[in-house]
């Protein structure tokens, strides 16, 4: 396999610019297909656009103004606009108004589409005028439950294109509207009308036949997908607001000698503030008082805390194991390194899989190629047997089962499920090539800690000086280790408890950070840590 380089012509202004736009509007990939392609026919603009972040990612020259981005994008027939910076205080499990509407109509649409298709299939619960009751059914499911596929239909059409909305709307309201004319127009309104419930295709007379299962049923159906589609890509943004989550929620902070309790995001650059020990640290930063250990296993994955004393540099969401610590603020908000972790999980989940453009390419042309399919399907029918019916039901059946909105979601859900579970348990993906690539790995190496072990100490072994009783041993280290916080100090408390039993209380317990722990038990000194 050979790879180019592809370069911009001399003509075009290079990119000096990125931003991330909020595209609204968009139903399936070949929206995403659509609004990416007009972004990069704009000068100098290149465009990635994500149906499943529903996020545009734009590199743009000088001169290009970012309202000029989103005026293309407006042009289009959807919206866009600059992601809004997050509120200091957000709702950790607020629903989302959107997937509780979709819900809704689902929940409603479904409710009234199954009785309808049980009517339809079962002729034993066929009686007299029961094709009335089925309208009466059907006609909220098709207009209202069916209103998001008719709008995004209709606008597309207005801006000369189709989407798999397109299809959908086409179907089923093909199919409602030729009931309508059977119902009212035709023989299917008569009292006594029955319809049959066959497994082979037969010739029948149109004016008797309707269709009302179709246009219900399909569209409870694909509510049904939509509802999936949606549940999945929140969830797969809850991993990435579980890894922000991580950092400190407020800080106190060194104001004329006075410690003041604010919240962590407004901390500024050479700001002073406190970290008791068991605190996580608020921000990047150097100790510039006091000394201690601070856990860094979210960051590094070794459970050993790292000793830090004065000039030491220190990570936000790192925990304070030790003692009390005076860190200076070097790096806030979206410089840290929590935040670069964050940026990094949120690029792979919005960059493209190779296979994922060759979905959205595949959508692009797909709706077209399926509208002139079921017109031709409908013209052969037609010419080849006469029948109207036989032509119409071929032809809708074509517009429905051509639907595969799931063509250009699955990849970038996929990707950003994968990315987003992979940061919650500590696994940092840099792309979506990255893991498209993964099939070719043969050989894989692998950091002990914390990968393939727990990341969690336990005391293994005991060896005790000559004429030393191993379990009073444990039972006066053990009792000053409880006392500690550090890892491979309730590693030996623990052990301790297990071995030797319950612990004695400690007096005088004192932490010398870096090297260990004293205090006194049952009337004797105990020491535990280095030489």
């Not at 968009?26 to 297909?33: F, I, K, P, Q, R």
């Not at 009234?112 to 339809?120: D, I, K, S």
Request: proline residues 5%; negative net charge.
């Amino acid at each position: 396999m050979t790879s180019t380089t592809a370069q911009a012509p001399p003509d075009r202004e290079p990119a000096v610019a990125e931003v991330e736009l909020l595209i609204g509007g968009m139903t399936c990939a070949s929206c995403a297909a659509r609004v990416e392609k007009k972004l990069n026919r704009m000068d100098g603009v290149t465009a990635t656009v994500n149906y499943a972040t529903e996020k545009a990612r734009v590199s743009y020259p000088a001169g290009t103004e970012v309202a000029d981005l989103i005026a293309t994008v407006v042009k289009t027939g959807y919206t866009a606009e600059e992601p809004a910076p997050p509120p200091e205080e957000e709702a950790a499990a607020e629903e989302d108004p959107e997937l509780s509407a979709l819900r809704r109509r689902l929940a409603v649409s479904a409710a009234l589409a199954v009785p309808v298709v049980l009517l339809a299939m079962v002729p034993a619960l066929q009686f007299d005028n029961w094709q009335w009751l089925s309208l009466t059914l059907a006609a909220p499911v098709v207009v209202w439950g069916g209103l998001p596929f008719h709008r995004a239909a209709w606008t597309n059409a207005r801006h000369g294109t189709a989407t798999m909305d397109t299809l959908v709307a086409l179907g089923t309201l093909a199919a409602f509207g030729w009931s309508l004319w059977a119902l009212f127009l035709g023989d299917a309104g008569m009292p006594g009308m029955r319809h049959p419930f066959e497994l082979t295709v037969s010739r029948g007379d149109g004016a008797s036949q309707i269709y009302l299962e179709v246009a219900s049923g399909v569209t409870a159906f694909i509510l049904l997908g939509r509802y999936l589609e949606a549940r999945s890509k929140r969830r797969a943004g809850a991993a990435l607001r579980a890894l922000l989550e991580l950092g400190a929620k407020d800080v106190a902070v060194l104001r004329d000698g006075r410690e003041v309790r604010i919240p962590a995001q407004r901390l500024a650059v050479g700001d002073r503030f406190v970290v008791r020990p068991g605190e996580k640290i608020a921000t990047d930063g150097t100790v510039v008082e006091g000394a201690s250990a601070v856990d860094a296993s979210m960051l590094t994955g070794e459970s050993v805390p790292v000793d830090v004393t004065v000039g030491d540099t220190v990570t936000g969401a790192t925990v304070n194991a030790g003692g009390r610590l005076v860190v200076e603020a070097t790096r806030v908000g979206a410089d840290t390194q929590l935040a670069r972790m964050a940026k990094l999980v949120e690029d792979a989940q919005n960059g493209k899989a190779e296979v994922q453009r060759l979905a959205d390419r595949i959508s692009g042309i797909f709706v077209p190629v399926v509208l002139l399919i079921a017109v031709a399907t409908a013209g052969a029918w037609l010419g080849l047997t006469g029948d109207g019916v036989a032509a119409f039901t071929a032809a809708v059946a074509v517009l429905i089962i051509a639907c595969p909105c799931a063509l250009g979601l699955a990849t970038p859900t996929a990707l950003m499920v994968g990315t987003g579970r992979g940061a919650q348990l500590g696994i940092l993906i840099k792309g979506p090539e990255v893991l498209e690539s993964t099939r070719r790995i043969d050989t894989v190496v692998l950091d002990k800690t914390g990968t393939v072990t727990t990341g969690r100490m336990i005391l293994q072994e005991v060896y005790v000086a000559e004429g030393a009783d191993e379990k009073e041993v444990l039972r006066l280290a053990g009792a000053v280790e409880h006392a500690s916080e550090h890892p491979v100090a309730r590693a030996i408390a623990l052990g301790a408890e297990e071995r030797a039993g319950q612990l004695p209380d400690v007096e005088g317990f004192r932490s010398v950070p870096g090297r260990g722990v004293r205090g006194r038990v049952e009337g004797r000194e105990v020491a535990v840590g280095r030489l």
